[in-house]
């Protein structure tokens, strides 16, 4: 099988770059959709419509209703349609620009991707993740090509709420142990084909960035400034953690993401939230090393990531619902089957156990009181607060 590695045609990352949209992606056409929710909108609007005073050009704002569903991809699409658009700009969160690129691809038209967090990995892919309207994962829509343009301010990501960029930081952390797993199996990516050195490289590279800046970078974010630190983590979370993903290859933690979107109780996590702890529960599948293990844990620990199930919100374990969750995580197609060994749901079960004890031992050694009473009051009771960065995220 050859070996692929794919990329957006251009990646633009800087702080204030939104106000140059025009300049970068008037070659592409000229009547603009532009795709985001309310929230987003009201923040990056006036900077959209500046940038192209004076031009020509077209530009139509419509609202994203929050769930990347094939009811909304459908909705956008006719609307684009009647307005004569030519191009694709989705602006926001993981939701909202996976949303656009679907659009895109079903519409026949070039995409531009403007994430306003640094929350996921999906804006460099030519992936959509599509759930249903209740928020449960649906399928990977494979897209024939990537982005555009893919168009990050640094200066918005990091005024958007600390909780999105630690997400993308939990993203981001399973990309190089996923890569490896599929480097070792030798199974194909998304990108085609086996994974490429290069993909691996970078994958790598996401990693050790998370370990060297990510607590610097979620520090600074809460002053929201944005230091070196900062940059480089978005530039992990969104560049090197995406392409890292798509041409090295996803395995058994985005699949247990997956199999945790069946409980209720997991609803409000972020996307990275719930691939961070799959990252830990997949890592005890594997069984490797101890002090790796404690790595990835202490890193979760030290930036706000769950490590046990309580942090996920599962407040009592029912055995019959984690086996739910196990078995979603197997089923046909998932990524899952890109681990170097067989795989069962009652493997996946076993090491999600075993993982939330693992994490239950640092609550018990007492290494981390202050941060877990932190995690659930920002994270489980804040619902005011919840809601505002939910919308953020979208």
Request: net charge negative; with cysteine; proline share 4%.
């Amino acid at each position: 099988m050859a070996r692929i590695i794919i990329s957006p045609n251009k990646y633009i990352q800087g702080d204030g770059e939104l106000a140059k949209l025009k300049d970068y992606i008037s070659s592409l056409g000229n009547a603009h959709f532009v795709i985001a929710d309310d929230l987003v909108l009201s923040i990056t609007r006036g900077t959209v419509e500046q940038s192209f005073q004076g031009s020509d050009a077209k530009v139509v704002f419509e609202r994203f209703n929050g769930e990347c569903s094939r009811p909304e991809i459908d909705r956008l699409r006719e609307i684009c349609s009647n307005a004569k658009c030519n191009v694709i700009v989705g602006i926001g969160g993981g939701k909202t620009l996976d949303t656009a690129k679907a659009v895109a691809h079903y519409a026949g038209l070039p995409v531009v991707i403007v994430p306003t967090v640094a929350s996921t990995d999906a804006p460099c892919s030519a992936l959509s993740v599509i759930y249903s309207e209740e928020g449960v994962f649906s399928e990977y829509l494979l897209l024939p090509r990537n982005p555009d343009i893919v168009l990050v301010d640094t200066g918005i990501v990091a005024r958007a709420p600390v909780r999105t960029l630690v997400a993308g930081m939990g993203d981001a952390l399973a990309t190089y142990f996923e890569a490896r797993a599929c480097a070792e199996s030798n199974s194909p990516t998304m990108a085609g084909g086996q994974p490429t050195k290069a993909a691996l490289t970078l994958a790598k590279l996401c990693y050790d960035t998370l370990l060297e800046d990510g607590l610097k970078a979620r520090l600074a974010a809460e002053n929201k400034v944005s230091t070196r630190a900062v940059e480089n983590i978005i530039e992990a979370n969104t560049y090197l953690s995406g392409l890292g993903f798509e041409s090295g290859g996803l395995a058994a933690a985005h699949s247990i993401h997956n199999g945790f979107t069946v409980m209720e109780e997991c609803h409000h996590l972020y996307h990275g939230e719930k691939v961070a702890f799959g990252t830990i529960v997949q890592l005890v599948m594997e069984n490797r090393p101890t002090e790796e293990i404690d790595e990835v844990i202490s890193f979760c620990i030290s930036i706000g990531l769950p490590v046990t199930l309580r942090e996920m919100g599962i407040q009592d374990i029912n055995k019959d619902e984690i086996m739910k969750v196990a078995e979603a995580s197997c089923a046909n197609e998932e990524t899952i089957y890109n681990m170097p060994f067989k795989v069962t749901p009652q493997d996946v079960f076993a090491a999600i156990l075993s993982a939330d004890a693992l994490g239950r031992e640092y609550v018990t050694a007492g290494l981390y009181d202050a941060a877990i009473s932190e995690y659930d009051t920002v994270h489980h009771n804040n619902h005011q607060q919840r809601g505002a960065e939910n919308a953020y995220h979208c």
